[in-house]
């Protein structure tokens, strides 16, 4: 039976709205999106309203790939095919100058399959259908104490 895995690492809230490792670093996620990236086709990026400079930023890296915009209330979503230059932006600039996460959301899709969800701007991510090796090179990367849930996919 398939497995799915959540996780949360430990966070606090900056200006009450961001949310952040209380470490302050992301070298766990980093590795996760290496992890998954080479996997995927497509990203969904998903920004709230007031994150228009992390829009911005992505609308110009993307212009050489097909995307769409959804605008939504109070978020946007940009569905974006992957490509080498996309991906490369997404491995080196997916961290702002004050270290913090530039989106709220980040899913990657493999087709219509999705492998890998980031939300909470890195701090909460969920992996659907997840390989026991995963789960093991995960447990290792992520920092102590992270909140970590693997359980067996329901059946409809």
């Keep these: 039976m398939a ?15 961001i949310q952040l ?10 590795q996760l999106l290496d992890r998954y990236i080479s996997r ?3 990203v969904e990026i998903h920004c709230w309203d007031g994150e228009e ?7 110009a890296q993307c212009s050489e790939n097909d995307y769409e915009v959804i605008r939504e209330l109070q978020m946007t979503r940009v569905c974006l095919g ?3 230059s996309l991906v490369e932006y997404l491995q080196t600039s997916s961290i702002d100058e004050q270290n913090r996460m530039k ?7 493999q087709g219509d399959t999705c492998l890998f969800c980031s939300d909470h701007w890195g701090v909460e991510s969920y992996i659907p259908n997840v390989e026991m ?24």
């Design 40 to 42: 995927a086709d497509r």
């Design 3 to 17: 497995q799915h895995l959540t996780f949360e690492v430990p966070s606090c809230f900056e200006d009450d709205s």
């Design 53 to 59: 400079a992390a829009l911005n930023d992505l609308f």
């Design 133 to 156: 090796p995963d789960v093991e090179a995960i447990q290792q990367i992520l920092p102590a104490d992270t909140n970590f849930h693997l359980y067996e996919a329901v059946k409809d």
């Design 21 to 30: 490792p209380c470490d302050g670093d992301y070298p766990y996620w980093l």
């Design 82 to 84: 992957l490509s080498p």
């Design 103 to 109: 989106w709220f959301a980040l899913w990657l899709f």
